[in-house]
């Protein structure tokens, strides 16, 4: 990962944008560069991934202009190419530095032609104004905030606006900002046209552009590694990627010392495949100690949210502390084109599909904020194989109907396009586990018991009533929530809600995200 931050306009001094800024060196450890422009301050922490050399840090100039982006570009050698026969020269192997002048001659269109990752910022010398953009599915942070002066101000992460910003909001995944407003580009959830091929055709298809989307991430100058639970998504990447790979790849998984679920399953996982593969160890200890430190990286208060980052963020800081890996694939971003246990309660397959897009939409705030937060805090990349665009698409326009639980199996597509010998039987059919749960059934009751022990029930009903907005509905959310506004006051609105099951569904009218608490639960938990 990298950092960037850009205050758009006059008014502020180097000093108190440094102060915003360097809370998030962690992002970019191996550089750091500030420039101030005619119109305003660009700053860059940087994370070496593509183009190790000092000719790829950023940000990046052309006649005047600049850009600092924190992204990953896929195919960027073929635009590479075809700006290099138009007379443009490169200084550095960065897939970066083609953006000023793919924006040169494109202009905003650019951003519908990139099959990227990405967040940035650009400053226009011609016209002297500042246009920034985001990837269409959030993947990659960016934030906004306006200053006492009205001054707009980007930023990868919240932590750096709140010295500077009275209100906070993400930046809409999609869009790009130009003239004051905000744009639509591109979105994800928008089908044109509902594929009716019939199964093996769409299971087909699944299989190879998923196949595709592990690929072209595998491409780094820096150490690549895997985060590997043993559940579906993390094996299926991991499966794909060892296939792809002339040498055993490194996978990681963690879980705590005495009930971890998914620690046997990655094992097994790891044995097929044949990975370098380690175990890491937690412990309620652990957990209790890092809670503060992981509500404040991630900048939210949603529990599922919380919950899922204990284990994923003291895994990645022991591949931090212990592994010269830089970039780790993960298998986020399957739940919510496939389906979750609660989905099986979908009413029908309209239903399913609007439920869908609304978490698609809000990816950003959940599941894909946990795995930037919990890997970029330890100096690493995270890489999402299934957030691949064209995957994205495929699976958002097949016909809701085939994507309903009627195989009385969850996920049955994804399933069923990689039978064969990718992995174990009974690991492709695995029935899905809680990722919070899985790390171990203990961790989530322990995090439960350490609230509960907190407030008496009269103090918790007298303090969660000053948060108007997603108030919170135990005793574990009003903490979560407490420690959210000692580093983030007054900035709740930047999460939409509570990440919870469509409460108006039949049999999803729970007061906890957790799929244990479901009927359809079962045997996901063993």
């Known amino acids: 990962m990298c950092s960037i931050m850009c205050y758009c306009g006059k008014g502020i001094t180097l000093e108190e944008f440094k102060k915003g800024f360097d809370a998030t060196i962690s992002r970019g ?4 560069r500030i420039v101030e422009l005619e119109k305003g301050i660009m700053g860059f922490h940087r994370l070496a991934i593509m183009g190790l050399t000092p000719e790829g840090m950023q940000p990046f100039e052309l006649d005047g202009s600049h850009v600092i982006c924190n992204g990953e570009i896929y195919g960027y050698r073929k635009i590479r190419e075809e700006l290099l026969k138009k007379g443009y020269t490169f200084k550095s192997g960065s897939d970066c530095e083609l953006l000023l002048p793919l924006y040169r001659e494109h202009g905003t269109d650019m951003f519908a032609m990139l099959d990227a990752e990405f967040a940035l910022v650009l400053y226009d010398a011609a016209t002297g104004e500042f246009i920034a953009g985001r990837d269409p599915i959030g993947i990659r942070p960016l934030y906004y905030g306006y ?14 606006l709140v010295p500077i910003c009275d209100k906070i ?7 790009y900002y130009k003239d004051g407003a905000f744009v639509c580009y591109a979105d994800m959830t928008r089908v044109e046209q509902v594929c009716t091929d019939d199964l093996e055709t769409v299971c087909g298809n699944i299989h190879d552009k998923l196949e595709a989307g592990v690929d072209k991430r595998l491409v780094a100058d820096a150490k690549v590694g895997y985060l590997l639970s043993g559940g579906l998504d993390s094996s299926l990447v991991c499966a794909i990627a060892a296939r792809h790979s002339d040498t055993p790849i490194r996978t990681f998984a963690i879980g705590m010392e005495k009930d971890a679920i998914d620690l046997k399953y990655a094992k097994q996982v790891a044995e097929y495949i044949g990975s370098d593969h380690t175990e890491v160890y937690m412990t309620k200890q652990e957990v209790l100690d890092s809670l503060e430190d992981v509500i404040h990286l991630l900048g939210t208060y949603d529990i599922t949210t919380i919950r899922a980052s204990m284990g994923m963020y003291l895994c990645c800081k022991w591949i931090h502390e212990n592994t010269d890996v830089k970039v780790l694939l993960t298998g986020e971003i399957s739940d919510e084109l496939f389906g979750y246990k609660y989905t099986d309660f979908a009413p029908n397959a309209e239903e399913f599909q609007k439920e869908s897009a609304k978490r698609i939409r809000e990816l950003h705030m959940y599941d894909v904020l946990r795995a930037d937060r919990c890997i970029s805090v330890n100096a690493l990349e995270a890489r999402v194989p299934f957030g691949d665009l064209d995957f994205v698409r495929y699976v958002m326009s097949i016909d809701p109907e085939k994507k309903l639980n009627t195989y009385n199996k969850g996920k049955y597509l994804l399933r069923h396009a990689f039978e064969g010998d990718y992995l174990p039987e009974e690991i492709l059919y695995r029935e899905k586990a809680a990722f919070s749960d899985a790390v171990g059934h203990s961790m989530v009751d322990d995090l439960k018991e350490y609230a509960e022990g907190r407030y008496s029930d009269a103090e918790y009903e007298e303090r969660r009533k000053q948060y108007a907005f997603a108030q919170p509905f135990t005793k574990e959310s009003l903490l979560y929530r407490e420690i959210f506004e000692k580093y983030y006051p007054g900035q709740a609105e930047m999460v939409v809600d509570f990440w919870m099951p469509n409460r108006e569904w039949e049999g999803c009218n729970v007061n906890d995200p957790s799929a244990r608490v479901l009927a359809n639960y079962g045997a996901s938990g063993e």
């Open 29 to 32: 450890p191996d550089d750091s």
């Open 147 to 160: 200053d006492k002066a009205g001054v707009i101000v980007f930023a990868s992460e919240a932590k750096n």
């Open 169 to 175: 909001m993400p930046f809409p995944p999609g869009h």
